[in-house]
């Protein structure tokens, strides 16, 4: 069996590439390219409100400006790239779980699951309370007469441990630090956690890596790789570059989107070499192509924490 490495860019193309997209997007590379590997293009745009094909397109052309190539999917990978066409094939494994017993419908609103006494997981959002595991098939009934289910997964109370490539062990306890998660929304859109696992493990992908807020996210992916039978990739959560209050950025930057940033006149050499100073791997802001990365980069040498870029 191979063991090339197969990582991937996974962008939702619901707005425009940021700054951090695009670091993300040059460690991932790095890592892949730094031992040989492939890099696989995958848009993951499931919610059909918020995704749009001119972002997908704009990515792939903004990836290409940084320099950054990739050997399979994208546009020109055909429609099996975009998540938005997989739906069959998310609905099958949804159908294994609900075969294993580990489906139920959840009625809850949106207010009901933000309730003030909820606890809150790692990455702030509410776990779920569990209210409507235990109902009875009647109960259910009912209240399918007033609103249309999300379909919710259950988690056992068993720990989940990892070894992040960047962060080191990460250890939760599923059920109560992370709960019962979404698989498909009430409007049937399938979710983010399940089309994620399914499409890492039918592209063969071994190395994941992207931003430090997916760790929490990580758990629930590692339980279902287990329960559809799938290999468990390799892990290397990357910092986020925040705002100096700590904040994440995000569209409200909008001289941080790389539309701005190409257009007010930056080389991709000149960008690319603040990432990777940013990253820690270059000691001195100085352009420099992805390429001429690939020698310096180790990942004993990338910073953990969030960096500051504003
Ligand atoms: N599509 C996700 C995002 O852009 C990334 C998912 C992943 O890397 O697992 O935030």
Not at 207 to 213: A, F, L, P, S, T
């Amino acid at each position: 069996m191979s063991t090339e490495t197969t990582g991937r860019f996974a962008p939702s193309p619901s707005g425009k590439m940021h700054l951090g997209n695009a670091f993300s997007c040059l460690l991932a590379w790095l890592s892949a390219r730094s031992t040989g590997g492939r890099i696989i293009l995958r848009h993951e745009d499931l919610d059909p409100a918020r995704c749009r094909r001119e972002y997908a397109n704009q990515i792939e052309d903004d990836l290409r400006w940084l320099g950054l190539d990739w050997d399979e999917g994208g546009s020109q990978g055909g429609s099996q790239y975009y998540q938005s066409c997989r739906r069959e094939i998310y609905q099958h494994y949804l159908a294994v779980l609900e075969e294993k017993g580990l489906v139920y419908p959840c009625f809850c609103t949106r207010a009901d699951l933000h309730a003030a006494s909820a606890p809150h997981a790692a990455d702030g959002t509410p776990i779920y309370s569990g209210a409507c595991r235990e109902l009875s098939p009647r109960q259910r009934r009912e209240r399918a007469l007033l609103r249309s289910p999300a379909l919710r997964a259950r988690v056992p109370a068993e720990t989940v441990s990892f070894r992040d490539g960047l962060q080191g062990l990460y250890s939760v306890q599923l059920e109560k630090d992370c709960g019962d998660f979404i698989l498909r929304r009430s409007d049937g859109v399938f979710a983010y956690q399940l089309a994620v696992v399914v499409d890492d493990g039918l592209m063969g992908v071994n190395q994941v890596v992207r931003g430090r807020d997916l760790l929490s996210s990580t758990p629930w992916q590692l339980w279902l790789q287990e329960q559809l039978g799938f290999q468990q990739p390799e892990y290397c959560h990357v910092p986020l570059l925040v705002a100096a209050e700590g904040r994440r950025l995000s569209k409200r930057d909008g001289d941080m989107d790389l539309g701005a940033i190409r257009a007010s006149g930056v080389s991709p050499q000149s960008l690319v070499g603040r990432l990777a100073f940013l990253a820690g791997i270059i000691d001195r802001e100085e352009p420099v192509t992805p390429e001429e990365l690939i020698p310096l980069f180790r990942w004993e040498n990338i910073r953990k924490e969030n960096i500051v870029v504003k």
